[in-house]
């Protein structure tokens, strides 16, 4: 038992114990139709967690991805709705203007945590809170805290609820970018460079390695997946919201430490996080059936991210010990 822990960490025996608890709870967890509902839901979370994981493995977080998630579906919603409106006639023009400016405004966050973390050596808590503040301000200010509607019915049929061989479209969507990543941090010198600044950022500036550089970007990449996931989800919805994504932060926070990555940078690997994130979102699937209340429900995720802390550190005296 200790060997295998050692070995594969705390999620797999988080996994096989939510799966008995919940199978127990509802005869509906382990049907497919629900395993697929929950793979579709968890897409969502996937994609912030990874970006999380580039914060994390330099050293770091992003306390302002459910901010980005929020600014990302009112801007687009905000453009998408108003050149709808303006020409009717121009679907594909409105969606890709929309897609556009939500983009380009969540990953402008991310920028600004990045410059504020890699030149001006803000601590990443508090740029990034800081931002999370600003942009949630941002965005109740331009919407009152009224949903934004008026898109073209396109947009939530192909992102939201299209289908291709069986899937839905965000599962191909998150695919796409799994596999991104996975070639980014195991096959290019910036993904190596992520590890070693996290590692020891003082021996990778002596080793050449523009750490100020590899900061920037791992931010900037940070906010991206976020508006793309914030993108997703608004698709989902079929409206602009300002409160979304209110507890990305910790649940993306939770399925990178669960899935193994190191609060201290330097450590983590792709297909974990993704498993992490897929755990979580089995977790909330479990919690719903069971009709467990959604106030309970942040209780549970916040437990389980201090049990994968502790379980991290056990492991870690654990491998120190068999080096010894």
Do not use: H
Not at 17 to 29: E, K, T
Not at 307 to 313: E, F, I, K, P, S
Request: glycine share 14%; hydrophobic share 55%.
């Amino acid at each position: 038992m200790q060997l295998a822990f050692v070995r594969l960490g705390v999620l797999p025996f988080l996994l096989l114990g939510a799966v008995i608890v919940f199978s127990l709870m509802s005869d509906n967890f382990l049907t497919g139709r629900n395993i697929m509902n929950v793979l579709r839901q968890a897409t969502y979370l996937t994609i912030v967690a990874m970006g999380q994981m580039l914060a994390l493995l330099t050293g770091g977080f992003d306390l302002s991805v459910g901010t980005i998630l929020a600014i990302t579906s009112v801007v687009s919603a905000t453009v998408m709705s108003a050149v709808f409106v303006a020409s009717p006639d121009s679907v594909v023009l409105a969606v890709f203007l929309g897609i556009l400016a939500g983009f380009a405004t969540g990953t402008a966050i991310g920028v600004v945590n990045g410059i504020g973390v890699s030149v001006f050596n803000v601590s990443p808590f508090m740029m990034t809170l800081g931002m999370a503040s600003v942009g949630f301000g941002i965005a109740l200010y331009m919407t009152g805290g009224v949903p934004v509607y008026g898109m073209p019915d396109a947009f939530g049929t192909m992102f939201g609820f299209g289908q291709f061989l069986g899937l839905p479209v965000p599962i191909y969507v998150t695919a796409a970018l799994i596999v991104a990543m996975g070639g980014l941090l195991y096959w290019t010198r910036l993904g190596r460079y992520f590890y070693a600044v996290g590692g020891n950022i003082k021996a990778s500036a002596l080793s050449g390695i523009n750490t100020r550089q590899t900061l920037f970007l791992a931010y900037t990449m940070c906010g991206g997946l976020a508006a793309i996931s914030g993108l997703l989800l608004t698709a989902r919805l079929e409206t602009g919201e300002a409160n979304i994504g209110a507890s990305m932060p910790l649940e993306s926070i939770a399925a990178c430490v669960i899935g193994g990555v190191s609060l201290r940078g330097g450590i983590g690997r792709v297909e974990n996080v993704v498993l992490g994130a897929v755990f979580i979102g089995l977790i909330q699937n479990g919690m719903n059936l069971a009709r467990i209340e959604s106030y309970l429900q942040t209780v549970v995720i916040g437990v389980l991210l201090i049990v994968a802390v502790v379980a991290d550190q056990l492991r870690q005296r654990y491998i120190a010990r068999i080096q010894d």
